[in-house]
């Protein structure tokens, strides 16, 4: 006959297993969203930990159940030693609302995850098997517990072998340039870096034929699939956003796509939460212009101006812009409306959106100059600029709303102007605002500070506040102060404005974070 020691440690092992394989699932999908990065499951773990405490609770509990279950057992309680078994499925639900299959991503079963999940499982066999020999069926817990450090054990542990799979496909994309033999033009920064790319093309299809990298494909894989899939022979530019999560990144990749031209929108605050300080930002930016022959950037931030300096200093030809109006190859004055594309032309009236960023027109404007495309070709493209999808597109609805689309937009600049010309479109139309967003991120020290900011934005300018989910809650609220109305969901926010907003408002959706985010 089985004894009930054995039905007990059979049912904890397979309630153990359901909430294993639900833990997984959660965080393979968190691995997969932050582009399976070493060390960022962990980072989404603690911002769960600081936004749903709910999860100690959770954890608590379950450690409660196992400990009175594991001593009733022993005191041969046998109806108390059935919550063992229990135990797993309270900590199934930790963090506490972390989707498990994913809302506004669900998990993909690329070849990737796949290996992350052999990984994973090489780690959680060794610390489950462990933790149940040392601890008993109430060991299963140990590895529950932990499952975002081992999926992030699992991707330090395939990050090298990651890269070896990769070189293929490099190798691919290196032939084909080769073969095709275009010329590229690098773009990075802060901001901006997708608008900017679509402006560029936009101009340099006035003389060349051209390809620029679709959407975000801004890291090596992306730019190695849009040259081996896209890249045609004729092709006379291609165009490269180039991102970064760390310093050496862009230095990785314009070794294995060299830049003629490479250019930089603007430094700021992005990424500085990962990289530490603006300085390791900038540093890391400027590996784009190592290697190139031509160099593009704006001279209004002065960090810009130093490095412009150290390019003219090793021979590199640099072209200067403006977006302040001030003296440069191609300058931009905004509030007069003039653009000077040559440092002996004359000014040339320029018609800017109010969610139009100037400084990415000029860099664009300062990449067509050094590919040659005269004033004639370039001035008059500025009234046609392609708007890069959920980046301040604008669109109305049957009732008479104007909708902003800013949803791909989460940095402290593009915020402002955003919020700005939503303002002024609706004291144009006569009616009123409301920005909907979850406030910005991956901002480090400052994250607090900015989102405040934005939020008493929105309110000095009358409009209404509606912050989603909890990631910056606490923030916006500080700085919107009456004039906000929080959602723990988007929909929520989306169904409250789309029923209050009348005739004539503007609804601004700024930014818009994925759900692995509280």
């Given at each position: 006959m089985v004894s009930t020691a054995t039905i007990i440690f059979v049912a904890t092992l397979a309630t153990g297993v359901v909430a294993l394989t639900a833990g997984l699932s959660r965080w393979l999908r968190v691995a997969q969203r932050v582009q399976y990065l070493p060390g960022e499951t962990l980072r989404v773990e603690r911002l769960w930990l600081s936004r749903r405490p709910f999860t100690v609770v959770l954890w608590v509990v379950s450690l409660v159940l196992a400990?009175?279950?594991?001593?009733?057992?022993?005191?041969?309680?046998?109806?108390?030693?059935?919550?063992?078994?229990?135990?797993?499925?309270?900590?199934?639900?930790?963090?506490?609302?972390?989707?498990?299959?994913?809302?506004?991503?669900?998990?993909?079963?690329?070849?990737?995850?796949?290996?992350?999940?052999?990984?994973?499982l090489f780690f959680l066999a060794i610390v489950g098997g462990a933790s149940v020999y040392l601890l008993g069926p109430a060991g299963i817990l140990v590895p529950i517990f932990l499952l975002a450090l081992l999926v992030d054990a699992g991707t330090a542990l395939m990050w090298p072998l990651e890269k070896l799979a990769q070189r293929k496909f490099l190798n691919q994309a290196k032939e084909r340039l080769q073969k095709v033999n275009p010329q590229i033009v690098a773009i990075t920064g802060s901001y901006g870096k997708t608008s900017t790319k679509g402006y560029v093309a936009h101009l340099a299809s006035t003389k060349y034929s051209v390809l620029a990298s679709p959407a975000s494909f801004n890291n090596m894989m992306g730019l190695s699939k849009s040259v081996n899939e896209k890249l045609t022979p004729g092709t006379e530019v291609f165009v490269a956003e180039m991102g970064m999560n760390a310093e050496g990144?862009?230095?990785?990749?314009?070794?294995?796509?060299?830049?003629?031209?490479?250019?930089?929108?603007?430094?700021?605050?992005?990424?500085?939460?990962?990289?530490?300080?603006?300085?390791?930002?900038?540093?890391?930016?400027?590996?784009?212009?190592?290697?190139?022959?031509?160099?593009?950037?704006?001279?209004?931030?002065?960090?810009?101006?130093?490095?412009?300096?150290?390019?003219?200093?090793?021979?590199?030809?640099?072209?200067?812009?403006?977006?302040?109006?001030?003296?440069?190859?191609?300058?931009?004055?905004?509030?007069?409306g003039v653009v000077r594309y040559g440092l002996d032309a004359l000014p040339e009236t320029i018609e800017l959106e109010g969610l139009t960023h100037p400084v990415n027109v000029a860099v664009a404007l300062g990449i067509a100059w050094a590919l040659d495309i005269p004033a004639s070709l370039a001035i008059p493209q500025t009234l046609s600029?392609?708007?890069?999808?959920?980046?301040?597109?604008?669109?109305?609805?049957?009732?008479?709303?104007?909708?902003?689309?800013?949803?791909?937009?989460?940095?402290?600049?593009?915020?402002?102007?955003?919020?700005?010309?939503?303002?002024?479109?609706?004291?144009k139309r006569g009616g009123t605002f409301f920005v909907v967003t979850p406030g910005m991120v991956e901002l480090g020290p400052v994250q607090e500070e900015r989102n405040r900011q934005l939020g008493e934005l929105v309110a000095d300018l009358g409009g209404q506040l509606v912050p989603v989910g909890l990631t910056n809650r606490s923030a916006l609220v500080a700085g919107g102060g009456d004039s906000t109305t929080t959602f723990l969901t988007r929909n929520q926010a989306v169904r409250f404005v789309t029923e209050s907003a009348a005739e004539f408002d503007v609804i601004l959706y700024e930014n818009d974070l994925p759900d692995h985010y509280p």
């Open positions: 400990l009175v279950g594991v001593f009733a057992h022993v005191l041969g309680v046998a109806q108390l030693a059935w919550l063992i078994p229990l135990a797993p499925l309270v900590a199934m639900w930790a963090p506490w609302r972390l989707p498990i299959r994913g809302v506004t991503k669900p998990l993909a079963l690329t070849g990737r995850l796949i290996r992350l999940a052999m990984a994973t990144r862009i230095r990785e990749l314009i070794n294995h796509f060299p830049p003629y031209i490479s250019a930089i929108t603007v430094i700021g605050e992005a990424h500085l939460e990962r990289l530490g300080s603006t300085e390791a930002i900038f540093r890391a930016k400027s590996e784009i212009t190592e290697n190139a022959s031509v160099v593009v950037l704006p001279v209004d931030q002065p960090e810009l101006v130093g490095l412009a300096d150290t390019c003219r200093s090793r021979g590199t030809i640099v072209v200067t812009v403006s977006a302040e109006g001030l003296e440069a190859d191609v300058s931009i004055d905004p509030e007069a600029f392609p708007v890069a999808a959920h980046r301040t597109e604008v669109a109305e609805t049957p009732k008479g709303v104007a909708v902003i689309d800013d949803t791909y937009n989460s940095n402290p600049i593009g915020a402002k102007r955003a919020v700005e010309a939503a303002a002024a479109l609706a004291s």
